[in-house]
């Protein structure tokens, strides 16, 4: 078993760049590759980035392309998302979560280890 924390949420202003961090702990998990994923008021859950060292690749939604940052620390057991130029559609719960898998997919219904979520609010 995973166990995940997600940290670093909070009330953010429009165009600030809070980071997220995700503290594993448990089995490894180091082969199957790691996403962040958010869910707003009323709307599904949502893929945001993805990293999988396994790959040595990144993914980004459209939505946050050029904005966030995801990147892992093998040795702490941990992966943070800069967000860079917060904006308001930004605002939601976001959870870190481990795939099925080695590879990045976009369906949240594929990650099989959840933390509890932090959430991120913008103000504007």
């Known amino acids: 078993e995973v166990q995940l924390q997600a940290s670093g949420g909070g009330l953010v202003q429009a165009g600030g760049s809070p980071r997220l961090s995700c503290a594993a702990s448990g089995s490894t998990f180091n082969d199957y590759a790691i996403a962040w994923i958010r869910q707003a008021p009323g709307k599904e859950r949502e893929m945001v980035s993805c990293i999988s060292d396994t790959q040595g690749i990144t993914y980004y939604a459209d939505s946050v392309k050029g904005r966030f940052t995801i990147s892992s620390d093998n040795a702490k057991n941990t992966i943070d998302l800069q967000m860079n130029d917060l904006k308001p559609e930004d605002m939601a719960v976001y959870y870190c979560?481990?795939?099925?898998?080695?590879?990045?997919?976009?369906?949240?219904?594929?990650?099989?280890?959840w933390g509890q979520g932090t959430q991120v609010t913008v103000s504007s």
């Open positions: 979560a481990v795939n099925k898998w080695e590879y990045c997919t976009t369906n949240p219904k594929t990650y099989r280890f």
